[in-house]
């Protein structure tokens, strides 16, 4: 999954519906901006770092069962896929962290 | 007619109106949320009922292949049949009608029950009694009451206090063959309904059967729902 989405939400503050920008580290939501009028919506960054870091232990515990389950439906794919994954996953990581300490 | 044990109920989840769409915006249904699509905890609540046997996702023409994608990462194995929405609500409604219809014909499909896409904390309480409801008096929906609602006249004067007044959710439940026969009836007569429960009471003239709803059952509007809808999926352990 990307860390950044763009969709279509109501804003409180300047109301109606505008494209909105939503941040995620890992699968954590991490802030909102709406691009009409800038409002954002953020989690505090320790905390959001804490729930990251909760999170992060959780994706690693269940790594293996998730490639299995993908390896046994769909080998051909996922035999194509692993090195372009293998070798996006830094750049993921850099975002991720960039993120967590409000540097994007 | 298919007997008893052959019966099962649908759900249908409706994720083709689901916001509008600039640019190369994503639909918001598809948002993760939770280390899952927003979509996907939507069509869970259905899944973790035994009685529903059928699953039915509305989407867009163009979200097609997303969502396709989607249901093969995160519920694997799970039959979900795809449908193209219309422009509103009640022609996305039909469509997913259209699709079942030769089951409920043949009395396979007992209920059906109707969820928004960007509803994904509906918890399966609600869908429980909404099913139980709608098999025992043929149509259900879950609201909330809201007492702080009061009507303004034209004038800008508060005419009435909004005693009564519910915040109507889903999933809403109807009896297949009285909701399959209000539908034919409005495409007939070029009705569109704002909600199922409307359509029904128009044609049928079933009464509509109100049960509990939820305050977390919460539809993504603005990005503070996006929010409480992950703080409330991680406080509760993922089971709502």
């Known amino acids: ?104 | 007619m298919a007997n008893q044990a052959e019966r099962t109920h649908a759900g249908i989840v409706l994720a083709a109106g689901s916001g509008t769409r600039v640019g190369n915006s994503r639909n918001k249904v598809y948002l993760p949320l939770a280390g899952r699509r927003i979509v996907t905890w939507s069509l869970e609540v259905f899944r973790k009922i035994p009685g529903i046997g059928r699953l039915v996702l509305v989407v867009r023409d163009d979200d097609r292949e997303l969502a396709a994608e989607v249901l093969d990462r995160e519920l694997p194995g799970v039959p979900v049949d795809l449908v193209t929405g219309g422009d509103t609500r009640h022609e996305s409604e039909y469509r997913a009608l259209l699709h079942l219809a030769g089951e409920i014909r043949r009395g396979a499909i007992e209920v059906v029950l109707v969820h928004d896409a960007a509803r994904p904390l509906a918890p399966v309480r609600i869908v429980e009694e909404v099913l139980a409801t709608a098999i025992q008096s043929g149509s259900a929906i879950p609201a909330l009451p809201c007492e702080d609602v009061v009507g303004v006249d034209e004038h800008g004067r508060m005419s009435h206090a909004g005693s009564g007044m519910v915040r109507v959710q889903t999933p809403q439940a109807f009896r297949s063959g009285p909701l399959l026969a209000a539908y034919q009836a409005a495409a007939s007569d070029g009705f569109t309904g704002t909600d199922t429960a409307s359509c029904v009471e128009r044609y049928e003239g079933l009464p509509v059967q109100v049960v509990a709803g939820d305050p977390r059952n919460i539809k993504v509007t603005y990005p503070d729902d996006l929010f409480t809808a992950e703080l409330i999926l991680t406080t509760s352990g993922y089971q709502l």
């Open chain 1, 1 to 104: 999954m990307d860390n950044v989405h763009i969709v279509v939400l109501d804003c409180h503050h300047c109301r109606g519906e505008h494209l909105h920008e939503i941040t995620y580290a890992g699968r954590l939501l991490a802030s909102s901006v709406c691009s009409n009028c800038g409002h954002t919506v953020a989690r505090d960054l320790p905390g959001l770092r804490r729930a990251y870091i909760a999170d992060v232990e959780h994706r690693v515990r269940t790594k293996p069962r998730r490639m299995l389950r993908r390896v046994i439906r769909h080998p051909v794919s996922f035999a194509l896929d692993l090195p372009g994954a293998l070798l996006a996953k830094p750049a993921k990581m850099e975002a991720e962290l960039r993120v967590l300490y409000g540097r994007r």
